[in-house]
């Protein structure tokens, strides 16, 4: 009969249940998978399962899930999330748009140019650390005269004046500071 204090304990299991947790689980999984090799023969490899699959359910399964934030799987199943993430990125493109003309006197003609020359960059997220252009329906346009500007994510649709339109969300100091004009059909 095998001696209590050689089967895996209960704390040893709470360890791995807790490898389900995004991110700390990993470490805490691999404690639970060192544990369970320690006590292979008695009960261990159930311990190393549960905390492999921890692991992988928790943060790779967290990883794939951001991964597909911005994918047209997310805009049409899980818009609540497309539309934080698009207020987000619209905000840092209002941003770099107020820093172009800082820097160049004037807004660019379309969102392409604030790629440029490298200085001015808008930053995905989604991406790791690339700095890129976003691949995201933003509607742009900049008014006659140059002064103001129209900014938008037409949403999932990619149509603009609808109900999932997403636009910047700003504060009336901000408003009054920046070049951005409110649609007539912003909420």
Same mark, same amino acid.
């Given at each position: 009969?095998? +001696? ?5 304990? #209960? ?63 997310? +805009? ?21 748009? *107020? ?5 160049? #006197? ?6 392409? *140019? ?20 976003? *691949? ?6 900049? =008014?006659?005269?140059?002064k103001r500007y129209l ?21 009336? *100091?901000?408003?009054? +500071?920046?070049?951005? =004009?409110?649609?007539?059909? =912003?909420?």
């Amino acid at each position: 009969m095998a +001696r209590t204090k050689d089967k895996v304990s #209960g704390w040893e299991y709470g360890l791995g249940w807790c490898s389900f947790i995004p991110v700390i689980g990993i470490f805490l999984g691999v404690a639970a998978i060192v544990a369970g090799a320690i006590k292979l023969k008695a009960g261990g490899a159930k311990l190393i399962a549960l905390a492999l699959a921890g692991v992988l359910a928790g943060t790779v399964g967290l990883y794939y899930f951001t991964h597909l934030a911005y994918s047209g799987l997310t +805009r049409s199943y899980m818009p609540g999330i497309y539309q934080s993430l698009s207020k987000q990125y619209l905000k840092q493109t209002v941003m770099a748009l *107020e820093y172009y003309k800082l820097v160049h #006197g004037a807004y660019p003609a379309t969102l392409d *140019e604030l790629k440029g020359d490298g200085t001015h960059f808008l930053h995905d997220p989604s991406q790791g650390n690339n700095f890129q252009k976003i *691949e995201l329906q933003h509607a742009y346009r900049l =008014q006659p005269g140059g002064k103001r500007y129209l900014l938008m994510d037409t949403g999932p649709d990619g149509l603009t004046g609808t109900a999932d339109d997403v636009f910047p969300v700003l504060g009336p *100091e901000e408003l009054a +500071r920046t070049g951005y =004009q409110k649609p007539a059909w =912003q909420p």
